[in-house]
Structure formats: C-alpha cells, structure tokens
C-alpha cells in the first residue's frame, strides 16, 4: 500500500462547474468480444435486466449496480436484528461515491474498486473481507498531476468483465487495474488516460459526468454540456479514430432544440437494444448506439426543466435515468424524477408509443406515461425535491426525500458551495424525511402509490433494495446519528434501524447504499467506506460492534498498534483501561 495509514485529515469537496461540448466521429471497430457464460443471477420477485457480459461478474459492478441503473440487487443484505449486524469502517480522505465489486480472483475472493470525489481524486482499491485499504492511487503523487476537479467527475464508476475500473476524470476517461494482474494484494496500476479530444469538447470547462457499459462493449459517457459519447472498452482501443459522439447542443455547441445549452448532472443508462438514455436540464433523450454511429431516436420535455434547489447539482431533474420492465412482455420504460415545485415521479415510454396513446394531461409530451406527485404521504406538501437515482424492482419504483428544512436559505449558495450543505443534513430540526414507492399497473396503465413513509430520513444517500430478504436499505439519521435503514419493500414500515456515528465520518454524501456479497450491505461516507454485516455471537464475541471515535475516522486500528492511538482519545485498550 503506497500509505500507511487512511488519512485522518478530510479534504474539502470541490463543488461542481458547468460547461459545454462538440461531436467527434472516426471510422466504426468492432465489438470487444463477450464471455459466453454471462447469465443473471436467480432473480427473487421480478425478473433481472438481460445480463451485460462486459461488466465485471459480481455483486454489484458499478454505478446503480447495472446498465439499467436500477440500483436494486436480487442478493440478500442484513436482516438483524440491530444487536447482530456489525458496522465496520475505514476512512479516506476523499469521498467514495460508487463502490464497486470485482470478480472473483483466483483464491475466490474479491476487491472493492472506487474512485472518489475531493481534492485527491484517489483511485482506491480495498478488502471487502477486512474493510481495510489495499492500495491507494493518488494521481497527484504517482505522476505530479494538478489538483482534482471541481466537477462531479470521478463519482461514478464501474468494473469491467476484465477486472478494469473505468472512470471519466475531468476530460479524461481512465482505466486502472492491478499491477500484477490475478493478485488480490497487486498495487493499483494506471492502464490508460484517454484525453478526449478538442472536438469532442464544448470549450476548455467542459468536464466528463456520468458513465455506462453498453451491451457491445463500449464505455458510453456524457459531459456537463450533452455530448454523449462511445469508445471501445479495451484500453488499447480507446483512440479518437475508435470515438463517436453525438452532440444533444448541435454541433457548435449552441443549444438544444429549445435554444439554451442543455446541461447534465447525472449519469446514464443503457438497454440491450443500443438505446442510451441522457436526462438533461431541459429534456429526457434516448440517443441509439448501433455499433457504428449514435443518433437521436427522440427526445421528450418534462415539467420543471431548468430549476434547481437546495443541494442540487444541477437544473432539472436530480435523477439518474432508471429503465423499468425487464421481462418478456413488460411494458418498457424510463423513469426520472422531474424539476416541478412539487417533485413528479415520471414514466416515459422508451420504445414506442403506443398506438392510439393520449398525453396524460394538456400540454404532456404522449411519451410520458404518467406523472406522480411526490408527497411523501403529507396531503398538504407543496415542495418535494430529490437528488437521487430512482430505485426500481420490477414495476416499482422509490424515491427519497432530499429537502431539507433549512431549504430557503441553503438555496441561496452559490452552486459551486451546494454539495456542502449536505454536511447539514444530518441535523436535528433540518434533516429531510420521507421515502414514497409508486407501481405501475399494467392492466389500467396507471401509476400509483403503493406506500409513503412520511418520517424515516435517507437525507442525501442512494437507497438500494434486497429482493431475497424483501428490504429496502439506506443510510438515514435519527437525533444526529447516522443510520442504516431497512424497510419492508411491502409495506414501507421501518424493519431494521442500525446506529453508526454523529461523525461526519459516517455521512453518506450522496453515496450509493450497495448490497454486496454474503449478506452485506455498503456506502461511502464523507472520508471512508463502511459495512454492515450480519454476524453471530455464539462465534463471535464482538457481535454487534460499533464504531469509536478512533474507527469512525481512520477505521479499524490493529491492536499491536492501536492502545497508544486509543490512549491519545482516552478509549478503553485491551486490557479494559483507559489513557
């Protein structure tokens, strides 16, 4: 490992900037070839997306854990109760966004790869087994690179079916690996920086967001200012002559079909038919991928396009577009949230319309499905705003509650300070509450809310859900201490509450909750990762550990080096006394 130990010092994050892009286009290359084996897994309660062959075959492996971006995982997470779940931690020095999951390496176990956000922008590689940092890539120091980004750049990520993280950085899409291939304890080895091209860029502040893997192969990315993009997954391949890009503000950058320049603060999603699908300030996009060109299957505006609000990252929707309907058969869409006063939950029709379709209210583009205020069960709420991916489980899908109390003042920042205020949303008296699910019933073809739960708080973290154990998980805050929350996915009641820490170690900072493998479930926090993990006191004598001060800042301490450290902040050492 290339430092001893996590960094106790926080970096401040950077807020995010905005900018603009161009289109680029060289000859076609053919698909990377695809293992053969790809199956999903035994879905429980509804069916998977197609299997991506290209990612990597776990867990979870990268941003909302799929192509579809649906965030939900057909594997257990912790089931309780409280008193035999562990909460384990390690800490960093920026924040980890998306964790995501290797395959398994020869000896059967796995890594957790994770870029992150901050001054470092550090490439982390860490043990899932001990929630201890393997190696830590810091471009700064391994190759006197300049500061990190002021952008979201480096906040989403996602691992190959080759063991590869890929991240987009700033201009800059970047693969790690290991050093020595097939090592679990390898250091972490840079395996290429493609600079995206001035043509491929809406002047010199346009920055890369979000990212996917389409199902032939190819890393499919945005930028802040539209340009949608594709290039070969295989770091030898990723040239200029092996980019197509297509550019939603035209190709000189001068706004989209409504004349302003479309901004994106989110990422993408991809199906197994080569649509992309892009939400921008000012409208949702499918852009189609056939292997040899991108172009624009159709675009569809939503209500509220170009606000923004306390917290947000930017103008319109706060949503990763998320793909609902797996299955032979379902009715196929794309859901986002959208930018009105009073947060909508949106379906939009992602193939075709159907025939002899009404739009649902005057003015409604016919693609929208239907539009669902977002109440969080309170009859008089007037404002509901969210920053987070929309979860989907089959025709079901669920969004958490954003606004905080202290709203009115903190959306008065300046953007580049937003992301701060979610330093404050753990308070008592300020923290956000409610959780709403809405199902789309395809017998009316309607939408409808299944359940609100008015009073849990996911403040500012990506909810997951567990279709083995029927749960619904999130990183919440109750009286100031930071939370994991299982629900029951049926009846939104709280089924699981798990305690972490007040520190600002344990706040979640916009990260993905992620179930992982043998029953766990993970986030990224504001310097460190942690998990929680079920355990059994008949084996384990320590069932049910929290963390100390001492743990909730730089993670767990090895005992033959951890009394002198525990003395220094006066916490029991082994022996039970204390310095």
Request: with cysteine; net charge negative; hydrophobic share 35%.
């Given at each position: 490992?290339?430092?001893?130990?996590?960094?106790?010092?926080?970096?401040?994050?950077?807020?995010?900037?905005?900018?603009?892009?161009?289109?680029?286009?060289?000859?076609?290359?053919?698909?990377?070839?695809?293992?053969?084996?790809?199956?999903?897994?035994?879905?429980?309660?509804?069916?998977?997306?197609?299997?991506?062959?290209?990612?990597?075959d776990s867990p979870w492996p990268g941003n909302h854990r799929n192509s579809y971006a649906q965030a939900s995982s057909p594997f257990p997470g912790p089931t309780g109760p409280a008193e035999?779940?562990?909460?384990?931690?390690?800490?960093?020095?920026?924040?980890?966004?998306?964790?995501?999951?290797?395959?398994?390496?020869?000896?059967?176990?796995?890594?957790?790869?994770?870029?992150?956000?901050?001054?470092?922008?550090?490439?982390?590689?860490?043990?899932?087994?001990?929630?201890?940092?393997?190696?830590?890539?810091?471009?700064?120091?391994?190759?006197?690179?300049?500061?990190?980004?002021?952008?979201?750049?480096?906040?989403?990520?996602?691992?190959?079916?080759?063991?590869?993280?890929?991240?987009?950085?700033?201009?800059?899409?970047?693969?790690?690996?290991?050093?020595?291939?097939?090592?679990?304890?390898?250091?972490?080895?840079?395996?290429?920086?493609?600079?995206?091209?001035?043509?491929?860029?809406?002047?010199?502040?346009?920055?890369?967001?979000?990212?996917?893997?389409?199902?032939?192969?190819?890393?499919?990315?945005?930028?802040?200012?539209?340009?949608?993009?594709?290039?070969?997954?295989?770091?030898?391949?990723?040239?200029?002559?092996?980019?197509?890009?297509?550019?939603?503000?035209?190709?000189?950058?001068?706004?989209?079909?409504?004349?302003?320049?479309?901004?994106?603060?989110?990422?993408?999603?991809?199906?197994?038919?080569?649509?992309?699908?892009?939400?921008?300030?000012?409208?949702?996009?499918?852009?189609?991928?056939?292997?040899?060109?991108?172009?624009?299957?159709?675009?569809?505006?939503?209500?509220?396009?170009?606000?923004?609000?306390?917290?947000?990252?930017?103008?319109?929707?706060?949503?990763?577009?998320?793909?609902?309907?797996?299955?032979p058969g379902d009715d196929r869409f794309v859901v986002i949230t959208d930018g009105q006063e009073l947060m909508h939950l949106v379906l939009m029709w992602r193939d075709e319309v159907p025939?002899?379709?009404?739009?649902?209210?005057?003015?409604?583009?016919?693609?929208?499905?239907?539009?669902?205020?977002?109440?969080?069960?309170?009859?008089?709420?007037?404002?509901?705003?969210?920053?987070?991916?929309?979860?989907v489980r089959g025709n079901s899908a669920v969004v958490v509650n954003n606004l905080q109390r202290l709203d009115p003042v903190l959306r008065r920042l300046p953007s580049r300070v937003a992301?701060?205020?979610?330093?404050?949303?753990?308070?008592?008296?300020?923290?956000?509450?409610?959780?709403?699910?809405?199902?789309?019933?395809?017998?009316?073809?309607?939408?409808?809310?299944?359940?609100?739960?008015?009073?849990?708080?996911?403040?500012?973290?990506?909810?997951?859900?567990?279709?083995?154990?029927?749960?619904?998980?999130?990183?919440?805050?109750?009286?100031?201490?930071?939370?994991?929350?299982?629900?029951?996915?049926?009846?939104?009641?709280?089924?699981?509450?798990?305690?972490?820490?007040?520190?600002?170690?344990?706040?979640?900072?916009?990260?993905?909750?992620?179930?992982?493998?043998?029953?766990?479930?993970?986030?990224?926090?504001?310097?460190?990762?942690?998990?929680?993990?079920?355990?059994?006191?008949?084996?384990?004598?320590?069932?049910?550990?929290?963390?100390?001060?001492?743990?909730?800042?730089?993670?767990?301490?090895?005992?033959?080096?951890?009394?002198?450290?525990?003395?220094?902040?006066?916490?029991?050492?082994?022996?039970?006394?204390?310095?």
């Amino acid at each position: 490992m290339r430092t001893s130990l996590p960094l106790t010092t926080l970096a401040a994050l950077s807020a995010l900037s905005l900018a603009a892009p161009v289109a680029f286009a060289g000859p076609a290359t053919p698909a990377a070839s695809a293992p053969e084996d790809c199956r999903p897994p035994v879905a429980v309660g509804a069916a998977e997306p197609a299997c991506n062959p290209h990612l990597a075959d776990s867990p979870w492996p990268g941003n909302h854990r799929n192509s579809y971006a649906q965030a939900s995982s057909p594997f257990p997470g912790p089931t309780g109760p409280a008193e035999r779940i562990n909460v384990d931690h390690d800490g960093v020095a920026s924040a980890p966004i998306v964790l995501s999951f290797s395959p398994e390496y020869p000896d059967g176990d796995r890594v957790i790869w994770a870029s992150t956000v901050g001054f470092t922008n550090e490439i982390l590689k860490i043990d899932p087994e001990t929630v201890t940092v393997i190696d830590k890539y810091i471009p700064q120091l391994e190759e006197g690179a300049g500061p990190g980004t002021n952008s979201v750049s480096g906040a989403y990520n996602l691992v190959d079916a080759d063991n590869r993280l890929h991240v987009g950085q700033a201009t800059a899409l970047e693969v790690y690996g290991d050093a020595d291939p097939g090592r679990r304890d390898s250091t972490i080895a840079l395996l290429r920086r493609f600079d995206l091209p001035a043509e491929a860029l809406c002047g010199d502040d346009d920055q890369l967001v979000g990212l996917t893997m389409t199902y032939d192969g190819h890393i499919a990315f945005t930028t802040e200012k539209g340009m949608v993009g594709v290039v070969p997954r295989s770091p030898e391949r990723m040239t200029a002559e092996h980019l197509r890009t297509f550019p939603i503000n035209g190709q000189d950058c001068a706004g989209g079909p409504d004349g302003e320049v479309e901004t994106v603060s989110n990422s993408i999603a991809a199906d197994e038919n080569g649509g992309l699908y892009v939400v921008t300030s000012r409208a949702m996009y499918r852009i189609d991928w056939d292997g040899a060109e991108l172009a624009q299957r159709w675009r569809s505006g939503y209500a509220g396009a170009g606000s923004s609000g306390g917290g947000r990252l930017g103008a319109g929707s706060g949503s990763t577009p998320t793909l609902m309907g797996t299955a032979p058969g379902d009715d196929r869409f794309v859901v986002i949230t959208d930018g009105q006063e009073l947060m909508h939950l949106v379906l939009m029709w992602r193939d075709e319309v159907p025939a002899g379709w009404e739009p649902i209210r005057e003015g409604a583009d016919r693609r929208i499905a239907c539009e669902v205020p977002v109440t969080f069960g309170d009859g008089d709420a007037d404002r509901s705003l969210s920053e987070q991916s929309v979860l989907v489980r089959g025709n079901s899908a669920v969004v958490v509650n954003n606004l905080q109390r202290l709203d009115p003042v903190l959306r008065r920042l300046p953007s580049r300070v937003a992301p701060y205020s979610q330093l404050l949303s753990g308070l008592p008296g300020n923290a956000p509450a409610g959780i709403q699910r809405v199902a789309w019933d395809p017998e009316s073809r309607t939408c409808d809310v299944v359940w609100s739960n008015p009073d849990v708080a996911i403040p500012n973290g990506i909810p997951t859900m567990s279709a083995a154990t029927d749960m619904l998980y999130g990183i919440g805050t109750r009286d100031g201490v930071w939370t994991l929350e299982g629900l029951d996915w049926d009846t939104g009641e709280v089924a699981l509450t798990v305690e972490t820490t007040a520190f600002p170690t344990s706040n979640s900072f916009y990260a993905a909750t992620t179930v992982g493998p043998a029953g766990t479930v993970w986030t990224g926090n504001f310097g460190g990762v942690t998990r929680f993990e079920s355990c059994d006191p008949a084996r384990e004598p320590d069932c049910g550990r929290r963390l100390g001060p001492v743990e909730a800042t730089v993670g767990t301490v090895p005992s033959d080096s951890g009394d002198a450290l525990r003395d220094t902040v006066g916490l029991p050492n082994d022996s039970g006394a204390t310095g």
